[in-house]
């Protein structure tokens, strides 16, 4: 089992940056892969980014990539997205989530998540 805690979001100009954090507890976090996930009122959750258990792997959706990196320091428990050049569409609500897994596999589909946090906002304007 782990625990998850997302912080960071909150409200910014369009153009700006923000770092999200991902605080996880429980066991061993170097034994996860992590994603970012992200959801707007009426639509589905969609991924934004993935990270191997080891770090070095990363993945991205095309929305995102050159303006989001994902990255984790498995010493302190914490996963993190930077966010530059922010867009009105990236307004949503941000999702960490964990997958027991091996060191290099990552995961680019919610339903292959066992562990999710309870989100932060993140509201970008125009």
């Known amino acids: 089992q782990v625990q998850l805690v997302e912080s960071g979001g909150g409200s910014v100009q369009a153009g700006g940056s923000l770092r999200l954090s991902c605080v996880a507890s429980g066991r061993t976090f170097s034994g996860y892969a992590m994603g970012w996930f992200r959801q707007s009122p009426g639509t589905e959750r969609e991924f934004v980014a993935a990270i191997s258990g080891n770090g070095p792997t990363t993945y991205y959706a095309d929305s995102v990539k050159g303006r989001f990196t994902i990255s984790r320091d498995n010493a302190k428990n914490t996963l993190y997205l930077q966010m530059n050049s922010l867009k009105p569409e990236d307004t949503a609500a941000y999702y960490c989530?964990?997958?027991?897994?091996?060191?290099?596999?990552?995961?680019?589909?919610?339903?292959?998540?066992?562990?999710w946090g309870q989100g932060t906002q993140v509201t970008v304007s125009s």
């Open positions: 989530a964990a997958k027991p897994s091996l060191y290099t596999s990552f995961y680019v589909s919610k339903n292959e998540y066992n562990y």
